[in-house]
């Protein structure tokens, strides 16, 4: 058989290498295991295929996708279409980076030691936050992870989170409170926000109150005035937030929040069906200690010089074990430094321009679809960032598949998670939308919506 | 090194973004919700901030750098061929919320590889759904639970038995999943102690986690007795993934008897690690558990193609969005392909680097269990501790000198002053024999200069960094204006906790 290219021992290699070892082939390694446990056969697997076709069988997958470049997009729902630089791509590839692990040798890995103190900083002046984590692996998980944070700080079994928020965010939180030991309620919505009245009721012994701006349907929450009825009831407010919003929306911390979470992907990740992507955690100084994942500090070495090491170990299963404040290990660093490297590429200036270019475009859309497809908003009352619900007069899906043969993607369906909004189409738009490509979804909706 | 903040200047910046003519106005923000101060983001041409990440790389070092034995981390080389499948639009562009008409070859990949998975684990049912290993853990506790809960036997079985030598993340994931840790003993020969076991299983225990091979790099000589004792509990078993590279296409979990795995595609599926993620656990379990995995399944539909299912009653949920981390399923379903059935040339490659690294150091260091290792071994520095004051954390920083990144140190927790190596399969004998060499001096040079192994590292960006002042005095993000100053004393520090893993 040939020497397969990920591989380098040669049969000379072998023979020596069993030689000093002191058996005569290979299999003898493997005398522990017991003769039933063996496998005994091949594997049943298609053969081996070499780099070229193995590129050609993987690339005619990829081509059979309807990705962004092949069809006009307004999908968003938590996973946004906004450009991802060349610089990302550029620094995500340095060998030194992408094959590096967690920096357990901080003399070793000062580069991603450093890059994960600029990211945490970053996340901190978003945020407006004292304290960051590393990452960790999605907008969901970090939301499960706060709710642990939550249930410690407080002692309280109850999470509440509002209707409004990901449908996913809030299916990952139930799951993991089933083994949290947490109960979770729901508050339902008021013409697509958060009724501040309706969560006093419910904030009531609660750990902790989760809520999203801007929210599910893409308004903006009165997030003020939940994070004060939250804090009343000595719950600690959560904030899930659109991390390219912050250019625009203030900062979760300056109006109090406990903790500000959200999915990092529109910042500086492709969509990549799904993941991976990385989601962000920050909270106030005083929850330093019950933060799970990793966290980088500073400090110096031995000659008196700057430097950075994982730091705050304690709290993490590698030490604590069965007392850590979370299990998580490998979290998703490479994507939060491509976080790092797009939101350095932003600066302030190109945040606030983005986020109002969203504003602005979201607005333009809802009067075009208002124009020319006779749309109007579902919730008309409502000031909205980047995305807005439509109704479409007959099933939202049907529309979708409609304009999908006419080349848009027009949206996403919320009657698959709400009841009621069957007929409701969620649009989003981004920087990368442009004034012509949103004239043609309102043309297209004109034709298949109604 | 200068932060890329301290870098900034006031009206900088690398990006020019879309100018749409004919919008209508910036609608007005309410006043209470607009950003009243602006993040303090960095403000850097972008030929600056190129700069500034290669430099950062260049003070890092991973598997493309050189040799990297870190135990339990398997890092293996990561194909290049994989990182350009994964960056294709078809599927860095695709949203995951296309339809499954529009998401076609992004679906059947998936499927592809949760097949493959099957077979190289012996089980039934796959979920690619958790985006690490340790969230596979919590995940498989999570199924567990919901298997008894729906026998009615929640309330009873409320344990889970965990050996000595295992990750962390193991009694973690038993507390997150709401479970009692029953730990179990090591034998003398480095296998679970099955006397203590036999104590220890009983009506209330719902599972066992193992790794096998074990954190030691040994195999449980005993798997079919451990086998008897919890099936025959009605306990289930689960199999930590971590150390899977050691044994594929030789012997599966599914066969061992495991009811529900957890696979790390950024260990033995070549998932680049990326500074410390991301990864993959998708977990594999046998069928009376299918039921219960988290929703959407993608499933193939005759005629009709490939899909996803959440017409899953009795599923525990989601534990992340979507169907999991996509672009690693791509990276790893290449690699696959790219082995096939030979798969086990690289296990058996993997298992033979080992070997021979621990055959040639076994007399310079100590060895707690004298047996042939798998893909791993642990060797302690209890001796050179003993006679010469040079620890484990003082060979690690030593090896840098050499050029090499130390293997995990100071785990499994039951090997004192441990140095856990793992080669992997890739690595050529010339680099085996470099390190093995390396190892060797650093043992004499112990006896001889052990300033040198004290002092080490000595020409790395930084010397040994100071872990107490960070940890008390926490400096977690810089400071702007009121940064504190940095102003070290310069003393001698000292670390003893795992590192690595």
Redesign the interface.
């Known amino acids: 058989m040939t020497q397969h290219p990920f591989l380098a021992l040669t049969d000379s290699d072998r023979e020596q290498m069993l030689e000093t070892i002191g058996v005569e082939t290979v299999d003898e390694l493997f005398r522990d295991l017991p003769e039933a446990v063996r496998l005994g056969r091949a594997l049943e697997l298609e053969p081996a295929l070499s780099e070229p076709e193995v590129f050609a069988h993987v690339a005619e997958l990829a081509a059979r996708n309807a990705d962004a470049s092949r069809e006009l997009s307004f999908l968003g729902a938590g996973m946004y279409d906004h450009y991802v630089p060349a610089v990302v791509d550029a620094i995500l590839q340095r060998g030194e980076l992408l094959t590096a692990y967690t920096p357990y040798q901080p003399e070793m890995s000062q580069g991603v030691l450093q890059a994960i103190f600029e990211y945490q900083t970053a996340v901190c002046e978003l945020t407006g936050m004292d304290v960051s984590n590393a990452s960790g692996y999605d907008g969901t998980s970090v939301a499960a992870d706060a709710c642990y944070v939550a249930k410690h700080a407080t002692g309280r079994e109850r999470i509440v989170v509002t209707e409004a928020t990901n449908p996913q965010v809030r299916q990952v939180v139930k799951t993991y409170a089933a083994g949290f030991g947490l109960e979770v309620v729901e508050v339902p919505h008021r013409d697509g926000t958060t009724d501040p009245g309706e969560l006093e009721r419910a904030a009531v012994d609660a750990a902790a109150v989760i809520f999203q701006q801007p929210n599910f349907f893409g308004c903006l929450e009165p997030a003020p005035d939940l994070v004060a009825t939250a804090a009343e009831a000595w719950a600690l407010p959560i904030a899930h937030v659109d991390p390219l919003s912050l250019g625009v929306l203030e900062a979760p911390g300056r109006y109090g929040a406990a903790l500000a979470l959200g999915e990092g992907q529109a910042a500086g990740n492709f969509p990549s069906f799904g993941g991976p992507h990385y989601g962000f955690l920050a909270a106030r100084k005083e929850f330093i200690r019950r933060m799970p994942g990793r966290i980088v500090g500073e400090t110096v070495d031995t000659a008196g010089e700057r430097g950075y090491v994982l730091t705050l170990q304690t709290r993490e299963q590698h030490i604590r074990r069965e007392k850590a404040t979370s299990n998580i290990t490998t979290n998703q660093t490479l994507l939060a430094l491509g976080g790092l490297v797009y939101l350095t590429w932003l600066g302030p200036q190109g945040l606030r321009e983005l986020g109002e270019t969203c504003l602005s475009l979201a607005a333009y859309a809802k009067q075009r679809l208002e124009e020319r497809a006779g749309l109007q908003p579902v919730f008309s009352a409502q000031t909205t960032f980047k995305e807005f619900a439509v109704r479409v007069g007959r099933n939202a899906r049907e529309v979708v598949a409609a304009a999908r043969e006419r080349g848009v993607h027009p949206g996403y369906a919320l009657g698959r998670d709400y009841e009621g909004m069957d007929d409701v189409l969620l649009v989003a738009v981004t920087e990368r939308r442009t004034p012509d490509e949103i004239d043609r979804l309102a043309d297209v909706l004109a034709e298949v919506a109604r | 090194?200068k932060?890329?903040?301290e870098k900034s200047q006031s009206g900088?910046?690398?990006?020019a973004?879309?100018r749409?003519?004919?919008?209508?106005?910036?609608?007005e923000?309410?006043e209470?919700?607009?950003?009243?101060e602006?993040?303090?983001?960095?403000?850097?041409p972008?030929f600056e901030?190129?700069r500034?990440?290669?430099e950062?790389?260049?003070?890092?070092?991973?598997?493309?750098?050189g040799f990297?034995p870190?135990g339990s981390?398997t890092?293996?080389?990561?194909?290049r061929?994989n990182?350009?499948?994964?960056?294709?639009?078809?599927?860095?562009?695709?949203?995951?919320?296309?339809?499954a008409d529009?998401?076609?070859?992004?679906l059947?990949?998936m499927w592809r590889l949760q097949e493959?998975l099957a077979?190289?684990t012996?089980l039934d049912a796959v979920s690619l759904q958790p985006?690490?290993?340790?969230?596979g853990?919590?995940t498989g506790?999570?199924l567990v639970?919901a298997y008894f809960a729906a026998r009615g036997e929640a309330e009873q079985l409320r344990k889970v038995v965990i050996p000595d030598a295992a990750?962390?993340?193991n009694?973690?994931?038993?507390?997150?999943?709401?479970y009692e840790?029953t730990p179990v003993r090591t034998d003398p020969r480095g296998n679970i102690d099955v006397d203590d076991l036999g104590g220890k299983v009983d009506e209330h225990t719902a599972a066992l986690m193992l790794t096998n091979p074990s954190t030691l790099g040994?195999?449980d000589?005993n798997?079919?007795e451990i086998e008897r004792i919890f099936h025959g509990a009605g306990a289930l078993m689960y199999y930590d993934g971590a150390n899977l590279n050691a044994?594929?296409?030789?012997?599966?979990p599914g066969?061992?008897?495991f009811d529900i795995v957890h696979i790390?595609l950024?260990k033995t599926f070549s998932q680049?690690?990326?500074?410390?993620?991301?990864?993959?656990g998708p977990i594999a379990v046998r069928d009376v558990l299918e039921p219960f995995l988290?929703v959407p399944a993608v499933v193939r539909r005759g005629e009709g193609g490939f899909g996803l299912d959440y017409d899953r009653p009795q599923t525990?949920?989601?534990?992340?969005?979507?169907?999991?981390?996509?672009?690693?399923f791509?990276r790893s379903?290449?690699f696959?392909?790219?082995?096939?059935?030979?798969?086990?040339?690289?296990s058996?490659?993997a298992?033979?680097?080992a070997?021979?690294v621990?055959?040639?150091l076994k007399d310079a260091y100590d060895l707690p269990f004298d047996?042939?290792c798998?893909h791993e071994f642990v060797l302690s520095a209890r001796t050179l501790k003993k006679e010469h004051g040079c620890t484990a954390l003082d060979v690690?920083?030593r090896l840098?000198d050499y050029g090499f990144?130390?293997p995990?140190i100071y785990?499994p927790l039951v090997v004192p002053e441990a140095l856990m190596v793992e080669p992997t399969?890739?690595?050529?004998?010339e680099?085996l024999d470099a390190f093995c060499d390396a190892m060797l001096a650093i043992a004499r040079e112990a006896a001889d200069e052990p300033e040198l192994l004290k002092e080490a590292?000595h020409d790395?960006?930084?010397?040994?960094?100071?872990?107490v002042?960070?940890?008390k005095q926490?400096?977690?993000?810089?400071g702007f204006d009121e940064h504190p100053a940095?102003?070290?004393?310069?003393?001698?520090?000292a670390t003893e906790?795992?590192?690595?893993?």
């Open positions: 090194m932060l890329i903040y900088r910046r690398a990006s973004l879309p749409h003519e004919n919008l209508p106005p910036v609608p923000l309410p209470e919700l607009r950003r009243r602006p993040p303090r983001l960095p403000e850097v972008e901030l190129v500034h990440f290669t950062l790389s260049t003070r890092n070092f991973g598997v493309d750098t990297y870190l981390c890092m293996k080389y990561n194909p061929i990182e350009r499948l994964a960056a294709l639009p078809g599927f860095a562009r695709l949203h995951p919320l296309q339809e529009g998401a076609q070859g992004a059947e990949l493959i077979e190289v012996g985006a690490a290993g340790s969230q853990e919590l506790l999570l639970r990750h962390g993340t009694p973690a994931s038993v507390t997150m999943a709401g840790l040994l195999f000589e798997i079919e044994v594929c296409g030789i012997s599966r066969d061992m008897g790390n950024h680049p690690h990326g500074g410390g993620g991301p990864g993959g988290p525990i949920g989601k534990v992340r969005g979507f169907t999991g981390p996509f672009g690693v791509v379903y290449a696959f392909r790219m082995w096939g059935p030979r798969l086990r040339e690289m058996e490659a298992v033979l680097n070997n021979y621990l055959a040639r047996r042939l798998m690690a920083k840098m990144h130390p995990t785990f399969e890739t690595e050529a004998k680099t590292p790395r960006p930084v010397k040994r960094l100071d872990e002042r960070a940890a926490p400096v977690v993000r810089y940095v102003q070290g004393e310069p003393r001698a520090v906790a795992p590192q690595g893993v």
